[in-house]
């Protein structure tokens, strides 16, 4: 019992240690404004650039990937959302810059994932044993990628209802104005309608049918 109590602590700090490596967040860009990370990568080491744009006009921004020599490794131009994977040529600080530069008056909110490394199996050289552990080691790893695809799944579905959700206030918005106005319509139709009809059934005095008659 206390080798698979072992086993499921030593999973969950690795777990946890691999989820440190990552740089994952949801920020704020406002309109006419750029905002860049940056984030330090071995050679040869793989990463993966993440991004969806969760709210704000068209939702689209432009995204540009730098490499340590300020040279251009990936660009998109007015994207939603997209994914990019690389291997880092050389080591140094490579830098992922997202523009809204293009609008005037849309803030967006803007989710990233920038994740380095393809990241360490929860338990190392399964493989090389062949003891009794070895089927709680085996059950260990497969908690171990469960959790995250868990996690990668959690992320999504909370982009999409927040996506979601934020597209239904605009819509509740827009009905909420468009009734009003219709309101505030129908009340001068009806208002200037009483008028007009007010002044047909109103009975004129004799001293302004006179004054109409002498005039």
């Known amino acids: 019992m206390n080798s698979i109590f072992h086993v499921l602590i030593y999973t969950v700090l690795l777990y946890l240690h691999k989820a440190v490596i990552a740089v994952e967040l949801t ?39 730098e490499s340590p020599r300020k040279e251009i490794i990936y660009k998109q131009i007015k994207t939603q959302f997209d994914s990019h994977q690389f291997t880092a040529s050389e080591t140094g600080i490579y830098v992922a810059c997202f523009s809204n530069e293009f609008s005037t008056f849309s803030h967006k909110l803007v989710y990233m994932d920038f994740q380095v490394g393809d990241g360490e199996p929860a338990l190392p050289g399964i493989s090389e044993h062949a003891t009794v552990l070895t089927q709680f080691q085996t059950s260990a790893e497969e908690v171990h990628k469960s959790l995250n695809q868990i996690l990668d799944y959690q992320t999504h579905h909370r982009l999409r209802e927040a996506q979601s959700r934020k597209r239904a206030e605009e819509l509740n918005e827009r009905v909420f104005w468009w009734s009003f106005f219709e309101l505030f319509a129908i009340l001068v139709i009806t208002v200037t309608q009483v008028i007009v009809l007010r002044n047909f059934f109103t009975e004129r005095k004799p001293s302004q049918m006179g004054a109409k008659f002498v005039g």
């Open 27 to 65: 920020f704020e860009l406002p309109d006419n404004a750029r905002e860049c990370f940056y984030q330090e990568i071995e050679k040869n080491k793989s990463a993966t650039l993440e991004f969806q744009v969760v709210t704000g006009g068209q939702y689209d921004v432009d995204v540009t990937l």
